[in-house]
């Protein structure tokens, strides 16, 4: 755990500069990839660029909702780049409709955008794993093995850094597809997918979530939902067989 990197009298917040360093990876590789299609890699980038901060801000006003006296006492705290702070999937959601909105306002055809954007999850998720390792947020449970990490006065499973291998392995399926002859769109529900299953095995190790159906935490119920829309659709973007 690393929440601070000491430069003299500056104290940089660790957690934020990773998703600073992983925000702005994205967006280069969306405009790269966008420019490789056939697209305007810039026009692409800009609205990648809306719906991460719209998302970000949404998932931080949503969290302060839910316990606002707090941050009437201190409304500066709205600001802290605490990621424990966060609403994540309902700022992923925003994030999600803000990026489709500002897509289809600089007209950008959709199909392979969602191609192009497919890469920008997986480095996302690596850098939000580096980041919550960081800051000691989404730990493991306890466990005592080779490879535990001490976090919180405990030896726990480093579901941190599965999540890290998680996200390099689908980036690296992604890659590999690249060049593949799939259906335009095919990608993003791949990449989605592929993050979606490792989610559902990692969240069994979390320490840190509620248990909330049949012994299945919320992040592994949200796992499988988008697993078998993923499993649903890819087949449906692939074109009919004369």
């Not at 917040?13 to 969306?30: C, D, E, Q, S």
């Not at 999850?121 to 794993?129: F, G, K, Q, R, T």
């Not at 480093?158 to 392995?169: E, G, K, R």
Request: proline letters at 7%; a neutral charge; one cysteine or more.
């Amino acid at each position: 755990m690393l929440p601070f990197i000491q430069l003299g009298p500056l104290a940089i917040n660790t957690p934020g500069l990773l998703l600073l360093i992983g925000f702005w990876l994205a967006v280069w590789l969306v405009e790269r990839e966008g420019d490789q299609l056939g697209l305007r890699g810039t026009a692409l980038s800009g609205a990648l660029m809306v719906g991460l901060v719209g998302g970000l801000i949404a998932a931080r006003l949503a969290f302060a909702a839910a316990a606002p006296a707090a941050y009437l006492e201190e409304p500066l705290a709205l600001l802290a780049p605490t990621l424990s702070a966060l609403d994540l999937p309902f700022g992923l959601f925003i994030g999600i409709l803000l990026l489709l909105f500002d897509t289809q306002r600089r007209q950008i055809v959709l199909r392979p955008a969602l191609d192009a954007l497919a890469p920008t999850l997986p480095l996302m998720a690596l850098s939000l794993a580096l980041a919550q390792l960081a800051g000691g947020d989404a730990y493991g449970a306890a466990a005592n093995l080779p490879w535990s990490i001490y976090l919180w006065e405990e030896w726990r499973h480093p579901t941190q850094i599965y999540a890290a291998v998680a996200a390099l392995i689908t980036l690296a399926l992604w890659w590999r597809t690249r060049s593949a002859p799939l259906a335009p769109a095919s990608r993003l529900p791949l990449v989605i997918g592929a993050l979606a299953l490792a989610q559902i095995g990692i969240e069994g190790l979390r320490g840190d979530s509620a248990l909330v159906l049949a012994g299945l935490r919320t992040g592994q119920v949200v796992g499988f939902g988008v697993l078998a829309g993923c499993l649903w659709i890819i087949p449906k973007l692939q074109p009919a067989k004369a």
